[in-house]
């Protein structure tokens, strides 16, 4: 493969010095930063919206339970009737009325209590209301039934049951959280690589065909290093612009918060002021540092390794597919009839590592998975962290190579006769043909 080197630098070369992708590498960051600006400022603004809650209440049992935040108020319409305190929500325009009726038991308030409102609540606010008359009823049931609610109060027992294998391996729900966050974010990139660059590739197989521009650079390469230089320089490409991407995104986001005054972090909803009250909790500073051992406690060197080596084996195996389909179709259009079996193992793998690997990760479904070759790059790389042997990765990753170098083979040779063809959509009966040329 003496011209591989050269076909790469050629293809890597024609990537970065395309006008499209030069401004989408620049633009790119700067929209996603637009973005989560604009997403933080409207959250905020959401959050920070007040509200007063107009109350009737018939039966006289919820006037303490109502307190005043910063952003609900809460007023009680008294002697009035119901149509008159709609009017008057209306006049003084309340975010709403929450109307309690008085039956023959007061305490039997199931179909007795109503919201009215101009236009549909917000959902959280609904549920906010409930709780309150919830808790607010049954504390004053449980009293009636000569029930001591501060006993019922101080009895309750938190239990958090620590874990530990039969080796002596302790960890903790924390682990497992840190563990499946590292599994799906790693999942999640490699089937977003693989649909961006793999995309690329196929595109860039059908421009150098139907500009006949193949037929020139055919006649002194083999069809196969074209393909493979295809997929390393497009690839290397990508990883180019990932990297000018998390540098322009770090200078943006300082030049933009210096620029415009924006503080991200002064940006809070009340769910995060409530989150650094909390953090100022001894008990909460406690499970912080169980968070870091548990980190510590991951098998590091090894997830680094797997996630290498799964990742580059997954995407050249679906690369060469990309490429493939590239190769026998005139126009992007046609490839829709091919994506679909290249999509299926991508998307069936997503969803067995978020539903099935977080049940059990060491289940049936889950372990035959992590070997099939079309989905072991996602499953695996889910699996790992809670704890795979080293037969089995070193397994799925010889199967994952094995298949890439036999998928490269039989895309190779649909690529050869495939840059040839014009003017025709090849069938699934074709196309086997074409690999017994």
Do not use: C
Not at 63 to 83: I, P, Q, S
Not at 152 to 180: H, M, P, W, Y
């Amino acid at each position: 493969m003496n011209h591989l080197g050269l076909i790469i630098e050629r293809e890597y070369l024609t990537k970065v010095r395309n006008k499209a992708f030069i401004i989408m590498t620049i633009l790119s960051p700067l929209i996603f930063i637009a973005l989560i600006m604009v997403v933080a400022y409207l959250t905020n603004l959401n959050n920070s919206k007040e509200r007063t809650i107009s109350i009737l209440d018939e039966t006289g049992l919820l006037k303490d339970a109502f307190v005043n935040t910063d952003l609900e108020t809460y007023k009680f319409r008294e002697n009035v009737g119901l149509e008159n305190a709609k009017s008057l929500v209306k006049m003084d325009k309340d975010y709403g009325l929450l109307y309690v009726t008085k039956g023959n038991d007061s305490l039997e308030l199931t179909n007795g209590v109503v919201f009215y409102s101009e236009e549909t609540p917000s959902l959280t606010v609904i549920s906010a209301l409930e709780n309150i008359v919830e808790q607010k009823l049954t504390q004053i049931k449980m009293q009636r039934n000569g029930v001591d609610v501060s006993k019922i109060n101080n009895s309750r027992v938190r239990i958090d049951i620590d874990q530990e294998s039969f080796s002596g391996e302790t960890s903790s729900k924390l682990d497992n959280v840190l563990k499946l966050a590292f599994g799906g974010l790693s999942g999640y990139l490699l089937f977003m690589f693989i649909i961006i660059y793999g995309n690329m590739i196929m595109r860039s197989v059908i421009e150098e065909k139907t500009s006949r521009i193949i037929e020139i650079i055919i006649s002194s390469v083999k069809p196969i290093q074209l393909m493979m230089g295809k997929i390393i320089g497009t690839s290397l490409a990508g990883i180019t612009q990932f990297v000018i991407w998390l540098i322009l995104g770090g200078i943006a986001m300082i030049i933009v918060s210096a620029v415009f005054g924006i503080d991200l972090a002064a940006m809070q909803s009340p769910q995060q002021d409530l989150v650094n009250q909390a953090m100022q909790d001894p008990a909460v500073q406690g499970k912080i540092a169980n968070g870091m051992t548990a980190f510590f406690n991951l098998p590091i060197l090894n997830l680094i390794l797997a996630f290498v080596a799964f990742f580059l084996g997954g995407y050249l195996l679906y690369s060469s597919l990309y490429a493939a389909i590239g190769a026998a179709v005139d126009n992007e259009t046609d490839t829709q009839q091919f994506m679909m079996p290249i999509l299926v193992p991508l998307i069936l793998a997503v969803y067995v590592g978020a539903f099935t690997v977080i049940e059990d990760p060491h289940g049936t479904v889950s372990v035959v998975f992590s070997f099939i070759p079309l989905t072991s790059p996602v499953v695996m790389l889910m699996r790992i962290p809670f704890g795979v042997p080293v037969w089995q990765q070193l397994l799925s990753l010889a199967l994952l190579i094995g298949t890439f170098l036999l998928t490269v083979w039989f895309a190779a040779k649909i690529y050869r006769v495939g840059i040839l063809m014009y003017g025709k959509r090849p069938s699934y009966k074709e196309l086997f043909k074409w690999l017994k040329y």
